[in-house]
């Protein structure tokens, strides 16, 4: 990725208020909600990203400060034979990242996205399980999981923007996307994002 950018344009830097070369000024905000369905299984959380502060430069990549966060909910309930397991949760997880504005060279188009590692958080999902076996409720016991980060679908726009926003509709997800989620379940995930450059 570093390859590449090395090879991009640069986008043109701005001249601040004391006249030294700055680069362009952006901002703005995304979010994602994610919601699972299953036999006796149910799960919903939004992730958000609040985009904002200093722009650093690292060759054609001008990155800024962002700040996620991610908040849900959920139970499941299994039986089997004699014996019921019923879990619930929650979801609530913060951490900081950055957000990356590059103009592509291939296409000369403007690149918004994500530019930190997958963020995660331990014991960002907590909550109670209850056994009962036979009829007879054990005692409950606590449960903790990371919470990760999902990834924002690509927004790719004219280079010459300084608005950008936008939206997918749910869209199925593949694969494991929830806490304790059974074989068989649905997932769908949708996004919004709206950034503007001052």
């Known amino acids: 990725m570093l390859l590449a950018a090395a090879l991009m344009v640069p986008a043109i830097l701005q001249a601040g208020s004391s006249g030294a070369a700055v680069p362009p000024a952006w901002s703005g905000s995304a979010s994602c909600t994610i919601t ?3 036999p006796g299984y149910q799960h919903s959380e ?8 200093p722009t650093s430069v690292s060759g054609a990549f001008r990155l800024v400060p962002s700040r996620w966060t991610d908040t849900g909910s959920g139970s499941s309930e299994v039986t ?14 913060a951490a900081a990242g950055k957000f990356h504005f590059f ?15 997958q963020l995660r958080v331990r014991n960002g999902i907590t909550g109670t399980q209850q056994v009962t076996i036979g009829g007879v409720a054990q005692t409950p016991g606590p449960v903790g ?13 004219a280079a010459t923007s300084r608005s950008v926003s936008g ?3 749910p869209t199925r997800v593949n694969g494991s996307v929830g806490p304790f989620q059974p074989a068989g379940s649905q ?12």
């Open 36 to 38: 699972v369905t299953g």
């Open 46 to 53: 939004t992730q958000r990203w609040a985009v904002s502060g």
């Open 80 to 93: 089997q034979g004699d014996q019921t397991r019923k879990i619930t949760w929650t979801v609530k997880a």
């Open 103 to 117: 103009v592509r060279a291939s296409d000369k188009k403007l690149v918004i996205g994500q530019a930190n590692a």
């Open 145 to 157: 999981l990371e919470a990760f980060e999902t990834q924002l679908p690509p927004i790719v726009v």
């Open 167 to 169: 939206s997918t509709p």
């Open 187 to 198: 997932a769908t995930k949708s996004c919004a994002w709206k950034f503007t450059k001052r």
